[in-house]
């Protein structure tokens, strides 16, 4: 079998790269398709549910397809350092792409609102982490200002080239299910990857590569859902850190895919995303992040208002690994128990 080059190389034709545009790759892509009996088997069995698990990408986001298209063409264009604002994944993935080009890497951070496997990947690829005592949104404002006057390439989801690496999401979908799902699931942050799915859906329809597209379905944070509300929200809230977004910057582009595809956006309480948090872990043995759960959680709420049709084909994306935020997965659970180090005492806890 040939190894996996990597999404730039697999779909080169549909990329903007060329012959001089240097590959910085960490093989990124090629994640798993995961049929998910139970969860539908919790929600309504006729339908097919599958899980898009981008946490298994190299820095364990989705973001990881987007940072190697951004990353090569930084490095074509000869820049020496790239910036970012991040609620966390974005900033993992730019520090890791940064040191795979050989590029200096500035990011941008809320201050306690970022999980501790994010920010320890800043760290130790060598990024240099600000920590803005403010929001993502004021943060993301600052870096695009700085990007505008000063020798630094913006590596958020502004940069065009990230959402041309992130539709590649939905090629690899295409490739491994024979066709479009009849509805993508996505939780919805910046806006940028319910974008870049839609947009990867269309090409490869154009490409004769599927013939019927899907309805975009998007689902954003209770505390946290301008698209939904319709209005920036100054102060968001959610537990789910990476999603916790008042003004994102691809909301026009997300609208458009919702219309285009005759799809929706909702939200999700911090609750149902946590409830769906555990039960995705315990009940399909799949450990995502918090942000990733609400997709899961839109899944409940959307089966039980009964808006998807019976035997109906869905595609939910996992965005990024469970183990990115340990704090809230030990605060979810329950807590291990100490023993002494005796068989007896070992047997009286586990009720055999
Ligand atoms: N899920 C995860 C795990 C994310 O990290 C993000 C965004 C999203 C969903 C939402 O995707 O922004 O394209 O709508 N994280 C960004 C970051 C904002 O800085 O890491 P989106």
New binding site residues.
């Given amino acids: 079998m040939k190894a996996w080059p990597g999404v730039i190389e697999q779909y080169r034709e549909f990329l903007p790269v060329s012959d001089r545009t240097p590959i910085v790759t960490l093989r990124e892509g090629n994640t798993p398709l995961v049929p998910a009996p139970r969860l539908a088997e919790a929600t309504d069995p006729s339908l097919s549910i599958y899980l898009k698990c981008e946490g298994f990408n190299p820095t364990g ?1 989705f ?1 990881d397809r987007g940072m190697t298209m951004a990353m090569s063409k930084a490095l074509e264009a000869g820049s020496r350092a790239v910036i970012c604002a ?6 993992a993935s730019a520090a890791a792409y940064a040191a795979r080009a050989g590029l200096k890497a500035f990011v941008m951070v809320p201050k306690g609102a970022i999980a501790l496997g994010k920010l320890s990947q800043a760290a130790i690829h060598g990024a240099k982490v600000l920590m803005v005592d403010g929001n ?1 949104d004021q943060a993301l404002s600052i870096v695009r200002q700085i990007s505008e006057t000063h020798p630094v390439t913006l590596v958020n ?1 502004v940069n065009p080239f990230r959402l041309e690496g992130q539709k590649t999401g939905a090629f690899e979908v295409v490739d491994q299910l024979g066709r479009a799902p009849d509805y993508h699931l996505i ?8 974008t870049a799915y839609w947009r990867g859906y269309r090409e490869y329809q154009r490409a004769g590569r599927m013939s019927e597209l899907p309805r975009m379905v998007g689902f954003q944070a209770a505390g946290a859902a301008p698209i939904y509300e319709n209005r920036v929200i100054e102060e968001p809230r959610t537990v789910a850190t ?2 916790k ?1 008042g003004n ?1 910057a691809s909301w026009g582009p997300a609208l458009e895919a919702l219309k285009d595809s005759k799809g929706w956006i909702d939200i999700v309480t911090d609750e149902e995303i946590l409830q769906a948090y555990r039960l995705l872990a315990r009940e399909e043995g799949i450990f995502m ?1 918090p ?2 759960a609400a997709t899961v959680a839109g899944l409940i709420k959307t089966v039980k208002a009964g808006r998807f049709e019976s035997g109906a084909t869905l595609v939910l994306t996992l ?2 690994h469970g183990l990115k935020d340990p704090d809230t997965a030990l605060e979810s659970a329950s807590r291990p128990t100490t023993v002494p180090p005796a068989i007896d005492a070992v047997l009286a806890q586990l009720g055999l």
């Fill in positions: 986001s973001k991040s609620t966390g994944n974005t900033s993502f989801s939780p919805v942050g910046n806006a940028g990857n319910i990476a999603i977004i994102p992040e942000a990733s965005t990024g």
